[in-house]
């Protein structure tokens, strides 16, 4: 039995538990039970329903008898469960770690029953490749075909990381053909997406026909985005993108900050380095947002794939924001004694030209062509709203209009 690679094992992830993990959590290393989800603190803390994480017993499992579980077994339940953690580069959910819990109780089951027929240890240890696949066994005969190819990626999952600490008799080497994909995996959704937003042309073959509408939808707010006339209306749909790709309620949305988007590089659970794929540094990209329901700050960690896109939406919306951002912080820094930007307020003058108002307290669309189609807009505007002018002179071909400044921050604020 190579107990010294097992004992290393459990030791480094104990001492990882400690160090990193333990201030935050209510339970502690030593308890039988791990309380995640709503009810979850620190690291298993989540939105979702109670997910507890019962490492004492077996119970009410399909397949299964009712049995208890020694404590050398439990300790290396919840090792695994940090080792998974460390390796998703602390971003495992508490959902995914419960099923790989549920998994690892199957083993022990499949353990049990078989080394106790052989007069084996039942230890962590002792797991084979013969006993994963008499636990894929029962549970292949008690779940339904949909979840097997998860079930089945959960375990090959599992027995890919165990191999790595080789602390088992022999290499664990299950292997059944299924193809491995969440149920709702929206990895070719995301790669027509992706080519949309660069502008490359899509092959029709590759859109589901059964999820055609909501494709071509994402697809044609895309393209509109080329169409807009104003920063007002490219943001919008920018935020419309967002809210698609990550699911977020569009309060959610409008509440994220500048610095949002976070870039955590993926670490080697092995010896903490930096993992680099062609000399390239990997990293995952997510969102730190504020929950809609008291839920708090969070963190959304995005789609591998949706990456570049969700970098794009922020850089994008980033630069269009730009001269707004700038506007509001110069209004706070004079207490919003009025609403006129700093262009305007650096002329000395009580009144304004039509020009001065161009790009200054107007946006115009983009196809507007020469500042005289804009100050005839600008004059319109201000018309409708009985905006008076101040004076008006004439220089050749070309009538002047001058407003008050008191005018003009009474129209902002008007709007």
């Keep these: 039995m190579k107990s010294k690679n097992y004992n290393k094992f459990i030791t480094e992830q104990k001492e990882y538990f400690n160090e990193h993990l333990k201030n935050n959590f209510q339970q502690t290393w030593d308890d039988s039970i791990w309380y995640g989800g709503i009810h979850g603190s620190g690291w298993l803390s989540s939105r979702t329903n109670r997910i507890d994480f019962n490492f004492s017993e077996i119970r009410r ?81 008690n779940s339904s075909p949909i979840n097997l190819p998860d079930h089945i990626g959960s375990m090959i999952r599992i027995q890919n990381l165990l191999n790595n600490y080789n602390f088992t008799e022999g290499d664990l080497e299950f292997d059944v053909k299924a193809k491995y994909q969440n149920r709702q995996n929206r990895t070719p959704k995301t790669r027509i997406i992706q080519k949309a937003f660069e502008g490359e042309k899509i092959d029709e073959d590759e859109i589901d026909s059964s999820k055609l509408i909501s494709i071509r939808t994402f697809i044609n707010i895309i393209s509109l985005i080329s169409l807009c006339e104003t920063k007002g209306e490219k943001i919008l749909l920018h935020l419309l993108l967002l809210l698609i790709v990550t699911g977020f309620r569009s309060t959610e949305a409008i509440l994220l900050r500048t610095d949002a988007l976070i870039k955590k590089p993926i670490l080697d659970p092995l010896n903490s380095t930096n993992v680099e794929i062609d000399g390239i540094q990997q990293y995952l990209v997510g969102i730190q947002y504020y929950g809609a329901k008291g839920a708090g700050f969070r963190v959304h960690w995005v789609e591998p794939l949706a990456a570049k896109l969700v970098e794009m939406i922020f850089s994008n919306v980033l630069e269009l924001t730009k001269e707004s951002r700038s506007y509001l912080s110069y209004l706070r820094s004079k207490n919003v004694k009025d609403f006129l930007p700093e262009a305007l307020d650096k002329i000395k003058e009580d009144f304004l030209e039509i020009d001065q108002l161009i790009d200054t307290c107007f946006g115009v669309p983009e196809k507007t062509r ?46």
Excluded at 388 to 412: E, G, H, S, V
């Design 61 to 141: 499992m399909k397949g299964l008898d009712d049995i208890e579980i020694d404590e050398i077994y439990q300790e290396f339940i919840k090792a695994f469960l940090i080792v998974s953690y460390r390796n998703s580069n602390q971003s495992a959910s508490p959902q995914k770690l419960k099923a790989e819990y549920l998994i690892l109780k199957r083993w022990y089951s499949a353990l049990k029953l078989i080394n106790l027929e052989k007069n084996l240890k039942v230890h962590p240890c002792f797991l084979s490749t013969e006993i994963l696949y008499k636990a894929f066994e029962i549970l292949k005969e």
């Design 370 to 415: 020469g500042n005289p189609e804009k100050r005839t807009l600008i004059i319109k505007t201000l018309a409708k709203s009985n905006v008076p002018i101040y004076k008006a002179d004439k220089f050749k071909q070309r009538i002047n209009r001058y407003y008050l400044k008191k005018d003009i921050n009474n129209f902002i604020k008007s709007l």
